[in-house]
């Protein structure tokens, strides 16, 4: 069965750091592309990174560009992205997603990311 | 590529026919997603590449459009498929997703 598993969410100080991961199985992770995608609370998703599965490119939102860095371990099965400078906008469930080609079949369950003092 | 969506809610019957609509920013070809989403869990995906019924999703769920215009049908509307709808376009980066459709009981 395919699987996503994020981990790392919690509360974080603005202008914080926060480290998440999500763990993958049940497919061959470095065949194909991820993306985080974020959903504050009451709206809608917001895509905001992606990395191939050769770790070659990633691709970032303009909201986050330059304060998050998306990586991949494909030895681990396991995608990252780390956030810098977070800002309370940032507050959001964050989901890791598999591609298919040109759209997310499979989303994790997410974790949820506060920031406040 | 900016995503709207229409209507931004409905309510409707059990039995009824559903239709929402998606219009892109620019052209998009056919790189459209239809999810759906219940309260508390991830986006299910429905519908891809604009009228590619994703796998284990009913018949009753249905995409078309090209270009700049898309539609989600639902022909006979369930008591399970009360939830918000979102389309996506994944044409090019950042992939976009449209604000929603919430369809609840009437």
């Known amino acids: 069965e395919v699987q996503l598993l994020e981990s790392g969410g919690g509360l974080a100080q603005p202008g914080g750091s926060r480290r998440l991961s999500c763990a993958a199985s049940g497919f061959t992770f470095n065949t194909y592309a991820m993306s985080w995608v974020r959903q504050a609370p009451g709206r809608g998703p917001e895509w905001v990174s992606a990395?191939?599965?050769?770790?070659?490119?990633?691709y970032y939102a303009d909201s986050v560009k330059g304060r998050f860095t998306i990586s991949r371990d494909n030895s681990k099965n396991t995608l990252y992205l780390e956030m810098t400078s977070v800002r309370a906008e940032d507050t959001a469930l964050y989901y890791c997603a598999k591609h298919y080609y040109d759209v997310f079949d499979v989303w994790g369950q997410g974790t949820m990311v506060t920031v406040s003092s | 590529i900016q995503l709207t969506q229409s209507p931004s809610s409905l309510s409707a019957s059990v039995g009824d026919r559903v239709t929402i609509t998606c219009r892109a920013s620019?052209?998009?070809?056919?790189?459209l997603a239809w999810y759906q989403q219940k309260p508390g869990i991830a986006p299910k995906l429905l519908i891809y590449a604009a009228s590619t019924l994703q796998s284990g999703v009913p018949s009753r769920f249905s995409g078309s459009g090209s270009g700049t215009d898309f539609t989600l049908t639902i022909s006979s509307l369930q008591p399970e498929d009360f939830a918000t709808y979102y389309c996506?376009?994944?044409?090019?980066?950042?992939?976009?997703f449209g604000p929603g459709t919430k369809v609840d009981i009437k």
């Open positions: 990395i191939s599965g050769n770790t070659e490119d990633t």
């Open positions: 996506q376009q994944l044409e090019s980066y950042p992939f976009t």
């Open positions: 620019q052209g998009i070809r056919s790189y």
